[in-house]
């Protein structure tokens, strides 16, 4: 996979900028975590205070943060991550998902379901649209009445559900 970047000769960042991006946002993460912790008590007073398990838990998260960032520095500076076409097939997912979690507060699991299904379908899959709206339609259905009715595991639900009576 390495030679093929190479031998591709594609744009797109270096493996050492995102390791150490990375290493960096997750050292910061391991901190928010050790400051957390330590505001609610991260101490031992007559048995572990709230905080406790989180402080270990922020360390060892720093720990292993800047040991990856010592090995990103020692990463070859020429070596691709992805290339710009690649990073734009995992962007033509990614960003339909972002779309799908921020809806299904306000909108419920099943509506946001059959647009993600219908986009994904029509848009990256080229299905025709009779198929996917079958399949958009059909997947919810299929999980309302297994998880629902059956298993009674409620799941989010939005207006047009209030609507339907469901």
Same mark, same amino acid.
């Given at each position: 996979?390495?030679?093929?970047?190479?031998?591709?000769?594609?744009?797109?960042?270096?493996?050492?900028?995102?390791?150490?991006?990375?290493?960096?946002?997750?050292?910061?993460?391991?901190?928010?975590?050790?400051?957390?912790?330590?505001? /609610?008590?991260? $101490?031992?007073? =007559?048995? !572990?205070?709230?905080?406790?398990?989180? +402080?270990y %838990?922020? @360390?060892?998260?720093?720990?292993?943060?800047?040991?990856?960032?010592?090995?990103?520095?020692?990463?070859?500076?020429?070596?691709?991550?992805?290339?710009?076409?690649?990073?734009?097939?995992?962007?033509?997912?990614?960003?339909?998902?972002?779309?799908?979690?921020?809806?299904?507060?306000?909108?419920?699991?099943?509506?946001?379901?059959?647009?993600?299904?219908?986009?994904?379908? /029509?848009?990256l $899959?080229?299905? =025709?649209? !009779?198929?996917?709206?079958?399949v958009a +339609?059909? %997947?919810? @259905?299929?999980?309302?009445?297994?998880?629902?009715?059956?298993?009674?595991?409620?799941?989010?639900?939005?207006?047009?559900?209030a609507?339907?009576?469901?």
């Amino acid at each position: 996979m390495e030679q093929a970047h190479q031998e591709a000769g594609g744009a797109g960042p270096k493996q050492r900028s995102v390791e150490i991006g990375t290493a960096v946002l997750t050292l910061l993460f391991g901190f928010v975590v050790i400051y957390g912790s330590h505001k /609610v008590g991260s $101490g031992w007073d =007559g048995g !572990p205070q709230a905080g406790f398990f989180p +402080f270990y %838990v922020g @360390i060892i998260i720093c720990a292993c943060s800047l040991v990856n960032l010592v090995s990103a520095l020692r990463e070859d500076r020429t070596r691709i991550f992805a290339e710009n076409g690649q990073l734009v097939q995992v962007l033509k997912v990614l960003i339909p998902a972002c779309v799908y979690v921020a809806l299904v507060p306000e909108f419920g699991i099943y509506v946001p379901s059959i647009l993600l299904i219908l986009v994904f379908m /029509v848009w990256l $899959g080229k299905y =025709g649209i !009779p198929l996917s709206l079958a399949v958009a +339609f059909g %997947v919810p @259905i299929f999980f309302y009445i297994t998880l629902e009715r059956w298993f009674l595991i409620p799941l989010p639900k939005g207006p047009v559900e209030a609507m339907l009576g469901l």
